[in-house]
Antibody, heavy 117, light 108 residues
């Protein structure tokens, strides 16, 4: 079965750090565009970051310099290291994959990150 | 980066046809993808590329594009189609992704 399962969310203080994980099954993370997308409570979807199959990474301006996307091919897992967290980073974080940059055909169930001030 | 604009809310009578639109400069260069998100659930891809449906998506969902506007059409809306719908595409750089603000679809 093709699926993504996120973990690592939780409550963290402003300025703190958190690492999210996304375990893939049924396909290899190194073969697809892998992205993180977040959704603040009651708000819309916001793209956060992508890692290409070749390893190139890109970030939304709102997280650039604070977040780092990576993957471990041996574990078939995607990560998002989040540093210097702010209240506005509070959201459900989804990992997603696609055969193109902007068509996400597989989504995880999401993991909630709450940044307390 | 560029923005994608969607109407916040749209309603449709059961069995009728509804069009949800998405406007943005990047749509002149890139196709939009469309996602359905029901309350408390992860988004689901319903349309991508010129007008492609992933496996399992009913053929009442279709996509089109003209100029800076992409559209998602539901022909014969069903009660289970009530959800939030989001468009996305690449931004003008081609390396970032942008989402529209979402449209809440109510089926009357």
């Amino acid at each position: 079965e093709v699926q993504l399962v996120e973990s690592g969310g939780g409550l963290v203080q402003r300025g703190g750090s958190l690492r999210l994980s996304c375990a893939a099954s049924g396909f290899t993370v190194s073969s697809k565009y892998m992205s993180w997308v977040r959704q603040a409570p009651g708000k819309g979807l916001e793209w956060v970051s992508v890692i290409y199959s070749g390893g190139v990474t890109y970030y939304a301006d709102s997280v650039k310099g604070r977040f780092t996307i990576s993957r471990d091919n041996s574990k078939n897992t995607l990560y998002l290291q989040m540093n210097s967290l702010r209240a506005e980073d509070t959201a459900v974080y989804y990992c997603s994959s696609g055969w193109s940059l902007d068509a996400f055909d597989i989504w995880g169930q999401g993991t909630m990150v709450t940044v307390s001030s | 980066s560029s923005e994608l604009t969607q109407d916040p809310a749209v309603s449709v009578a059961l069995g009728q046809t509804v069009r949800i639109t998405c406007q943005g400069d990047s749509l002149r260069s890139y196709y939009a993808s469309w996602y359905q998100q029901k309350s408390g659930q992860a988004p689901v891809l319903v349309i991508y590329g010129k007008n492609n449906r992933p496996s399992g998506i009913p053929d009442r969902f279709s996509g089109s594009s003209s100029g800076n506007t992409a559209s998602l059409t539901i022909t014969g809306a069903q009660a289970e189609d009530e959800a939030d719908y989001y468009c996305n595409s690449r931004d003008s750089s081609g390396n970032h992704v942008v989402f529209g603000g979402g449209t809440k679809l109510t089926v009357l």
